[in-house]
């Protein structure tokens, strides 16, 4: 099974201000790999996949980079909405596919 | 307009059995592969099981083979979960999920809003 780490835990942040979000696996997932948001009592909602490609809808703030272990989910200014949680997901070993255990962006 | 609506979840005796659906409009559904994603209270997200468009390919992960068996129902614009031989562990939130994109397997592009499988004495 391919592990995801995320890091931090919890990032606590200002309006405003650039959050950075870290994805660590196990073993290379080369590009397969997913982010998604999450808000208390929501869906997850799909951001970014094959690393770098930003899904329907989402906007230019949202970017994903990295491949092989090593990934980031970059929110150039956070908007008051973009308080969640954010998960990261890889396809790799499909089917066996893993999510990582989140991270919280909280309001500082 | 993507939209998935899942029904179906409540609560279960342990050992018990429920029967989880997902209705699918906006799209053509016989064309996508589709997944149950379950989430525990406060906790992460977990993969549980995939069906291929045709339903000729169906995965389910460890923690469920043997107890759950997904379907689909092209013709209604339906998924299934039959979930047999419940366990408290496997109380959670059930998410049903399309593929991103047809025949690309792995990313949820597309999420209901969820049911909740309560197991519990």
């Given at each position: 099974e391919i592990v995801l780490t995320q890091s931090p835990a919890t990032l606590s942040l200002s309006p405003g201000e650039r959050a950075t979000l870290s994805c660590r696996a196990s073993?290379?997932?080369?590009?397969?790999l997913a982010w998604y948001q999450q808000k208390p009592g929501q869906a997850p909602r799909l951001l970014?996949?094959?690393?770098?490609n930003r899904a329907?809808?989402?906007?230019?703030r949202f970017s994903g980079s990295g491949s092989g272990t090593d990934f980031t989910l970059t929110i150039s200014s956070l908007e008051p909405e973009d308080f969640a949680v954010y998960y990261c997901q890889q396809r790799s070993n499909w089917p066996r596919i893993t999510f990582g255990p989140g991270t919280k962006v909280d309001i500082k | 307009e993507v939209q998935l609506v899942e029904s179906g979840g409540g609560l279960v005796q342990p050992g018990g059995s429920l029967r989880l659906s997902c209705a699918a409009s906006?799209?053509?559904?016989?064309?996508y592969s589709m997944n149950w994603v379950r989430q525990a209270p406060g906790k992460g997200l977990e993969w549980v099981s995939y069906i291929s468009s045709s339903s000729s390919t169906i995965y389910y992960a460890d923690s469920v083979k043997g107890r759950f068996t997904i379907s689909r129902d092209n013709a209604k614009n339906s998924l299934y979960l039959q979930m047999n031989s419940?366990?408290?562990?496997?109380t959670a939130v059930y998410y049903c999920a399309r593929d991103?994109?047809?025949?690309?397997?792995?990313?949820?592009g597309y999420w209901g809003q969820g049911t909740l499988v309560t197991v519990s004495s």
């Open positions: 073993q290379s997932v080369s590009s397969y970014i996949y094959d690393a770098s329907t809808g989402i906007p230019a | 906006g799209f053509t559904f016989s064309s419940l366990r408290d562990e496997d991103l994109r047809i025949a690309v397997a792995g990313t949820g």
